[in-house]
């Protein structure tokens, strides 16, 4: 699986949009983009996922470039809760070797501020 | 649906002293897999199972011993405790979609301390 670069903490203001970015440049055609959070002391939890396409649920949106070497995970107005160790991770399908492994790098500590 | 549960929450450990951590999830998913996550870090797959009855190991696997009798329900068990198994213990679990896997879901963790 391809290996993730983000930057260690970033602020946003509370009702602002929250931007984060993740560089991913060695992925392959086959892997898709996932992005999990951590907040304090809770298991992870799962935020969204893309293969090329930018996605959008409820909770996020997901921008991927053209060449797939980076993305961004947009949380359009951060609220206080929304404080937690954000992780990006790059993964294979389930045919491949990767049998559905998450590899969790440091990530990016995102503080959100009144 | 209770999603993932993880008995107990917290645990403290003699060096060599035994335990089993359980983790039982309701959503009928194949795939149940066992973190490990030390402070200021991300999470280490320890073991991981791709169905009933399977185990494999994951980047970690030394010291720890896991079983998948039921669906449900999968064990990590500590057969002689180290302080270097001091850690919080995630399970979680996914099922395959199209071939794909996608969302896994998470337990609330146990956290476990080795003196």
């Known amino acids: 699986d391809a290996k993730t670069t983000q930057p260690t903490s970033m602020d946003c203001a509370e009702g602002r949009a929250a931007n984060l970015p993740c560089n991913h440049s060695?992925?392959?055609?086959?892997?898709?983009v996932y992005w999990y959070r951590q907040i304090h002391s809770q298991g992870p939890q799962y935020i969204i996922h893309?293969?090329?396409n930018n996605e959008t649920n409820e909770m996020a949106s997901l921008i991927i470039t053209e060449d797939r070497k980076s993305s961004t995970l947009i949380l359009p107005h951060a609220t206080l809760r929304d404080t937690a160790v954000y992780y990006c991770?790059?993964?294979?399908?389930?045919?491949?070797?990767?049998?559905?492994?998450?590899?969790f790098g440091q990530g990016t500590i995102l503080t959100v501020h009144p | 649906n209770a999603g993932v549960t993880q008995t107990p929450k917290f645990r403290v450990l003699k060096t060599g002293q035994s335990m089993t951590l359980l983790c039982a999830q309701d959503?009928?998913?194949?795939?149940m897999y066992w973190y490990r996550q030390d402070p200021g870090m991300g999470l280490r797959l320890i073991h991981y199972?791709?169905?009933?009855?399977?185990?494999a190991k994951g980047e970690v696997p030394d010291g720890y011993n896991v079983s998948r009798l039921k669906k449900q329900n999968f064990l990590l068990g500590l057969e002689s405790a180290a302080p270097s198994q001091t850690s919080v213990y995630f399970c979680?679990?996914?099922?395959?979609?199209?071939?794909?896997?996608?969302?896994?879901?998470f337990g609330p963790g146990t956290r476990l301390t080795v003196t």
């Open positions: 959503m009928n998913h194949e795939y």
């Open positions: 979680a679990s996914t099922r395959p979609l199209d071939g794909q896997l996608y969302e896994q879901y």
């Open positions: 893309g293969l090329k």
């Open positions: 199972s791709v169905g009933e009855g399977t185990t």
């Open positions: 060695t992925i392959s055609g086959n892997e898709y």
């Open positions: 991770i790059v993964r294979g399908n389930a045919g491949g070797t990767s049998y559905g492994k998450l590899t």
